[in-house]
């Protein structure tokens, strides 16, 4: 029971924060969508804020920034209405949440291991040290194992330290408290400005960093949410692929950045933008493998017709 009051009173501090209100427009309906940062890999959700795309499926929309962990409880408690965090909420529907993935954004997640150079030499220096990262075996971790074992480094020699949200992980390694880092952009040219060097850049194979979780019980009794905010995400998908001067600009509206650091991002973190949400049955196998202990049927993991649908939807004009 502390627990659970725990991290209702987190998410309750998080809706105050970000100034949720319970009041529902007749014309629109309320939904919550929790962001575990802020961060470019949720220019998705930024551009289809300010650009209308929500508003004009019918939503009101209110971001909650809570951490990946309790994304999912929230979800499942009804304080939000989706989660976005893939690698922590995708292990736990593995695991038995009544939940599904529905939807991905960004198929593969660019992080960069950064350090500081006048400390770390090469890889081999890390032996021993200190890698911040959001949480234990969480996707920016799973990742900088990646990146280690890239450059030759067993991973097991560096011990894991859980910071918590990239500028909280920025903030450690400027200051010394931990010698690396695994961070997404634009953290990495933000740490480069701070003296800092990467010292392995985005692995081959990736997890996704981006998508979009639901409850069964809201895709069995609401599934006009879905659909409605699916299509806007996927509308927001092709706005930024055709326009990169607007995007870049909402980037620097959402994210505090500078417009060249925007601009570096949008041109290596948005190639991995899903062009129609879905990802196949046996990247979902593959993840799977790669994430939990243990396998579930895929068809009570993912939902991707809600997907299908809305792209057919937009291809034919509706």
């Known amino acids: 029971m502390a627990g659970k009051?725990?991290?209702?009173?987190?998410?309750?501090?998080?809706?105050?924060?970000?100034?949720?209100?319970?009041?529902?427009?007749?014309?629109?309906?309320?939904?919550?969508?929790?962001?575990?940062?802020?961060?470019?890999?949720?220019?998705?959700?930024?551009?289809?804020?300010?650009?209308?795309?929500?508003?004009?499926?019918?939503?009101?929309?209110?971001?909650?920034?809570?951490?990946?962990?309790?994304?999912?409880?929230?979800?499942?408690?009804?304080?939000v209405t989706f989660t976005t965090s893939f690698v922590s909420t995708f292990r736990g529907i593995v695991q038995?949440?009544?939940?599904?993935?529905?939807?991905?954004?960004?198929?593969?997640?660019?992080?960069?291991?950064?350090?500081?150079?006048?400390?770390?030499?090469?890889?081999?220096?890390?032996?021993?040290?200190?890698?911040?990262?959001?949480?234990?075996?969480?996707?920016?971790?799973?990742?900088?194992?990646?990146?280690l074992r890239m450059k030759g480094l067993d991973p097991s020699l560096v011990q894991a330290i859980a910071v918590g949200s990239p500028s909280l992980r920025f903030q450690a390694a400027v200051s010394g408290a931990v010698q690396a880092v695994s961070v997404p952009p634009p953290y990495d040219l933000m740490l480069e400005q701070q003296g800092l060097k990467a010292i392995s850049g985005p692995p081959e194979i990736g997890v996704p960093s981006s998508g979009l979780f639901a409850a069964d019980k809201l895709i069995k009794e609401n599934p006009q949410i879905l659909r409605h905010t699916i299509r806007a995400l996927l509308r927001a998908n092709r706005f930024i692929e055709a326009n990169r001067e607007e995007t870049i600009r909402i980037m620097t509206q959402f994210v505090p950045q500078a417009p060249e650091v925007a601009?570096?991002?949008?041109?290596?973190?948005?190639?991995?933008?899903?062009?129609?949400?879905?990802?196949?049955?046996?990247?979902?196998?593959?993840?799977?493998e790669r994430l939990a202990d243990k396998k579930r049927p895929l068809d009570e993991i993912r939902d991707f017709s809600f997907a299908r649908q809305a792209l057919k939807e937009l291809d034919s004009g509706k």
């Open 263 to 288: 601009a570096r991002s949008y041109d290596v973190e948005l190639k991995a933008l899903s062009k129609d949400g879905t990802m196949t049955d046996a990247e979902i196998e593959f993840q799977m």
């Open 5 to 79: 009051k725990s991290w209702l009173a987190v998410i309750s501090l998080a809706l105050v924060m970000f100034g949720v209100s319970n009041n529902v427009d007749g014309q629109t309906q309320k939904i919550r969508i929790s962001l575990s940062s802020r961060s470019n890999t949720n220019t998705s959700y930024y551009v289809a804020q300010a650009k209308g795309f929500l508003k004009g499926e019918g939503l009101d929309v209110e971001f909650v920034q809570i951490t990946p962990r309790l994304g999912a409880m929230a979800v499942l408690n009804g304080d």
């Open 96 to 147: 038995g949440l009544p939940m599904k993935t529905v939807f991905i954004l960004l198929k593969k997640g660019m992080y960069y291991l950064m350090v500081r150079p006048d400390l770390i030499k090469n890889i081999q220096d890390l032996k021993g040290k200190k890698l911040g990262v959001t949480a234990v075996n969480g996707g920016d971790h799973i990742i900088g194992r990646e990146l």
